[in-house]
């Protein structure tokens, strides 16, 4: 990238603009180099003005929430990586509904819909990330995804706003259709009245539940790869013989075989050789692909 190109990417943002930004620590896994550029555009129209200057010149870019889902290669990412985390407003609409930004976080949404009474997203209870992650992975839990509350999803495509009603978004298992770098900006979900108290009885509820399901210990992003169709993955990885299978520093959980996990000072080249030798036992055991969950990005 040339300085003139630098130049002009720090110069379109009003909000913050770090230089060789290490994503290890803004992802849970915890491995992966540095990003050329990490910004934090401090509202809407600052990302519109950092992306037009990124559209312009062909510069490669990744948006990040949390983290929770993301496993960067360990040359990190040449780019930039925009972080939405300022983009985190909410506001109550008539008839139950409620407007959140990308950047606001699965907690604070649940903090939200429990202290105004809103029910149906009480099933994201410990399921770690922001709503822009959620959005994208269509992220869901006990048979529910959050795709199927909402009203419409508000992106930038091509650096022009725009909203998409629920009956147009195409979305399935884990996943949501979108265009190339299309950004999610923000969601209406449409939910339901319910009382608070058991609202956040539910959500309590959860979070207990996983507290015993998921004590895995050590930074991991998840469940690693998809349920395949009628099968669980973590059962095909636990018959594969692969319970505590380990690689360097990364390792399939003792507690949950589908959670891959850091024990500390792991390579991301580590979690990458682990998922392949799991895919490939689980291929000669029992002829099928397990397809990851998380999404890999960046250079080796
Ligand atoms: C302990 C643990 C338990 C989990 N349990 C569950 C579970 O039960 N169910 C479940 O579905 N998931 C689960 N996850 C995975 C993870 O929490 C979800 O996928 C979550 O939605 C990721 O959100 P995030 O903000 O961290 O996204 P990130 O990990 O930052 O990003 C995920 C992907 O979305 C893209 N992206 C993020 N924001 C945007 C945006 N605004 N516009 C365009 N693209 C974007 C990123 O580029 C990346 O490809 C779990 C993870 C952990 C660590």
Same mark, same amino acid.
Request: proline letters at 3%; a negative charge.
């Given at each position: 990238?040339?300085?003139?190109?630098?130049?002009?990417?720090?110069?379109?943002?009003?909000?913050?603009?770090?230089?060789?930004?290490?994503?290890?620590?803004?992802?849970?896994?915890?491995?992966?180099?540095?990003?050329?550029?990490?910004?934090?555009?401090?509202?809407?129209?600052?990302?519109?003005?950092?992306?037009?200057?990124?559209?312009?010149?062909?510069?490669?870019?990744?948006?990040?929430?949390?983290?929770?889902?993301?496993?960067?290669?360990?040359?990190?990412?040449?780019?930039?990586?925009?972080?939405?985390?300022?983009?985190?407003?909410?506001?109550?609409?008539?008839?139950?509904?409620?407007?959140?930004?990308?950047?606001?976080?699965?907690?604070?949404?649940?903090?939200?819909? $429990?202290? +105004? %009474?809103?029910?149906? &997203? @009480?099933?994201?209870?410990?399921?770690?990330?922001?709503?822009? *992650? =959620?959005? /994208?992975?269509?992220? $869901?839990? +006990? %048979?529910?995804?959050? &795709? @199927?509350?909402?009203?419409?999803?508000?992106?930038?495509?091509? *650096? =022009?706003? /725009?909203?998409?009603?629920?009956?147009?978004?195409?979305?399935?298992?884990?996943?949501?259709?979108?265009?190339?770098?299309?950004?999610?900006? =923000?969601?209406?979900?449409?939910?339901?009245?319910?009382?608070?108290?058991?609202?956040?009885?539910?959500?309590?509820?959860?979070?207990?539940?996983?507290?015993?399901?998921?004590?895995?210990?050590?930074?991991?992003?998840?469940?690693?790869?998809?349920?395949?169709?009628?099968?669980?993955?973590?059962?095909?990885?636990?018959?594969?013989?692969?319970?505590?299978?380990?690689?360097?520093?990364?390792?399939?959980?003792?507690?949950?075989?589908?959670?891959?996990?850091?024990?500390?000072?792991?390579?991301?080249?580590?979690?990458?050789?682990?998922?392949?030798?799991?895919?490939?036992?689980?291929?000669?055991?029992?002829?099928?692909?397990?397809?990851?969950?998380?999404?890999?990005?960046?250079?080796?």
């Amino acid at each position: 990238m040339t300085g003139d190109i630098s130049a002009r990417l720090v110069a379109s943002l009003a909000g913050e603009m770090r230089l060789a930004e290490p994503l290890a620590p803004h992802t849970s896994l915890k491995v992966g180099g540095p990003a050329d550029f990490f910004a934090v555009p401090a509202d809407q129209a600052d990302l519109q003005s950092l992306m037009a200057i990124i559209l312009e010149t062909g510069t490669p870019y990744l948006v990040v929430g949390g983290g929770y889902n993301l496993l960067v290669r360990d040359g990190g990412f040449r780019g930039v990586v925009v972080s939405l985390e300022q983009l985190n407003e909410m506001e109550l609409l008539p008839d139950c509904r409620l407007r959140a930004g990308a950047g606001v976080t699965n907690r604070e949404l649940l903090r939200f819909v $429990g202290e +105004h %009474g809103l029910a149906g &997203l @009480e099933f994201l209870s410990g399921i770690p990330g922001t709503v822009g *992650g =959620a959005l /994208t992975m269509n992220a $869901g839990a +006990h %048979g529910r995804s959050v &795709l @199927e509350l909402t009203e419409s999803v508000t992106t930038l495509k091509a *650096g =022009a706003v /725009t909203v998409t009603a629920k009956e147009r978004l195409r979305f399935g298992y884990r996943r949501l259709e979108l265009g190339p770098g299309e950004i999610v900006l =923000a969601a209406v979900f449409a939910l339901g009245a319910g009382d608070a108290g058991e609202i956040e009885r539910k959500i309590e509820g959860y979070l207990e539940h996983r507290r015993n399901s998921q004590r895995v210990g050590f930074p991991n992003a998840g469940s690693f790869f998809k349920n395949p169709e009628g099968k669980q993955a973590w059962r095909l990885i636990d018959e594969a013989g692969l319970r505590g299978c380990r690689i360097g520093s990364a390792q399939v959980s003792e507690v949950h075989t589908n959670f891959l996990v850091n024990r500390g000072g792991a390579k991301a080249a580590d979690f990458l050789e682990l998922a392949q030798l799991i895919k490939e036992k689980v291929r000669l055991q029992c002829g099928i692909e397990l397809e990851e969950e998380v999404r890999i990005v960046g250079v080796d």
